[in-house]
Structures are given as structure tokens and as C-alpha cells.
T-cell receptor
């Protein structure tokens, strides 16, 4: 969706290093989802954020939703090969439709 | 629980043929939706349903039909396949739109139209 921009489109990170993915919406977000996808597979739910300023963590992945609820970031600490894949942000709109960004491809090099 | 089951996993069609992609969920989810995924474009919403008997269009509905006669099933019909419909199709379901836990996705159907 052009309403939802992800950056960068792809990144390569050395194992053990941190990385950050950004997701910016041109409209107010009623909920922001982060999913991970391995090539050729379905999407795996990571986290959902709803409130401005909200921050959630799971293992080494942290997601934040900014105060004005139009931008979110996903941060991975000390990346591992298991973190490789495509990360997608999804925006929940007022009509309950869920639209997605184009995705960020993460490669972790040993 | 099986979750969201999509069949077939792979399909090759000739231009002009019709077919139905099947999606079934056993979680009693009210909300179901179909997406297509193309390189560099993320997932685009084709059609969605907020309950049995109710469907609506998403971003890219042309060339596709849906129906929702039961809570469990949400088939996607391609009326006359075109090469532009070559894509990976995902079905997703949710108990309530926006609820914590997100949408559960099927493993996808990879469709090639020649």
C-alpha cells in the first residue's frame, strides 16, 4: 500500500549487530502489526501496537509506535541467522481493513 | 487446530481458465480476507468478509469473486485467469478485527497463469 512506507527495502547485517526497520503511515493508525515471513511461507505474527508511545518486546525484537501514531519502528538486538526473512508492517484502518507495506528483506551474515 | 488451510499450494492455469482457491479456518473466526503478494509490492487486499453472508472489496478486487456461505470457508474465484494474476495468494482470518494476536495467515497458494 502506498499509504504505508517501509524503509529500508532491504538490509544486510553482520551476525551480532543490531538493526532497525521503519514503517511510516500517511494516515492515522488504529493499530500497527508486525509480521515476519520466510521465503515461500506464510506470515508469522510478531507484535501489535495500538496506543501512541506503546512499546513491546519479545525476545530480541522490540517494536515502538510513536506518540502521533503514524510511525513505528522494529528493532532487533544482536541479530542471529534466525532473524533473516521479510518483515512486514500492517496498518489497521478505521474500516478494519488491514493494509501492508512492501516489506523489508533482512539478510544476516555470519 | 489446523488454523487457516489453503488449497492448492501450487497451480498453473492457462489464460482464460477459471478456478477457485480454497480457504478454510477452524478457529470460529468471523473476519476473513484474501491478499495477493507480488515482488516489491507487499500484500494487497483483494476481498474481505466480516462474517457469513457479508463480503466487501479490497484494493484490487477486479477479476476475483468471493462468497461466504459459512463461517469456516472463504473461497476466492478467478473468473478468467490472466497473466497479471500470477502471484502468491494468502488467506487470513481473525476473531475480531484489530484484536491482539493479529490475523492468522495460511501458507499461501502460488499461482502461475501462462
Amino acid at each position: 500500500s502506498q499509504e504505508l512506507e517501509q524503509s529500508p527495502q532491504s538490509l544486510i547485517v553482520q551476525e551480532g549487530k543490531n538493526l532497525t526497520i521503519n514503517c511510516t503511515s500517511s494516515k492515522t493508525l488504529y493499530g500497527l502489526y508486525w509480521y515476519k515471513q520466510k521465503y515461500g511461507e506464510g506470515l508469522i505474527f510478531l507484535m501489535m501496537l495500538q496506543k501512541g508511545g506503546e512499546e513491546k518486546s519479545h525476545e530480541k525484537i522490540t517494536a515502538k509506535l510513536d506518540e502521533k501514531k503514524q510511525q513505528s519502528s522494529l528493532h532487533i538486538t544482536a541479530s542471529q541467522p534466525s532473524h533473516a526473512g521479510i518483515y512486514l508492517c500492517g496498518a489497521l484502518r478505521v474500516d478494519y481493513k488491514l493494509s501492508f507495506g512492501a516489506g523489508t528483506t533482512v539478510t544476516v551474515r555470519a | 487446530n489446523a488454523g487457516v488451510t489453503q488449497t492448492p499450494k501450487f497451480q498453473v492455469l492457462k489464460t482464460g481458465q477459471s478456478m477457485t482457491l480454497q480457504c478454510a479456518q477452524d478457529m470460529n473466526h468471523e473476519y476473513m480476507s484474501w491478499y495477493r503478494q507480488d515482488p516489491g509490492m507487499g500484500l494487497r487486499l483483494i476481498h474481505y468478509s466480516v462474517g457469513a453472508g457479508i463480503t466487501d472489496q479490497g484494493e484490487v478486487p477486479n477479476g476475483y469473486n468471493v462468497s461466504r456461505s459459512t463461517t469456516e470457508d472463504f473461497p476466492l474465484r478467478l473468473l478468467s485467469a490472466a497473466p497479471s494474476q500470477t502471484s502468491v495468494y494468502f488467506c487470513a482470518s481473525s476473531f475480531q478485527t484489530g484484536i491482539e494476536g493479529g490475523y492468522t495467515f495460511g501458507s499461501g497458494t502460488r499461482l502461475t497463469v501462462v
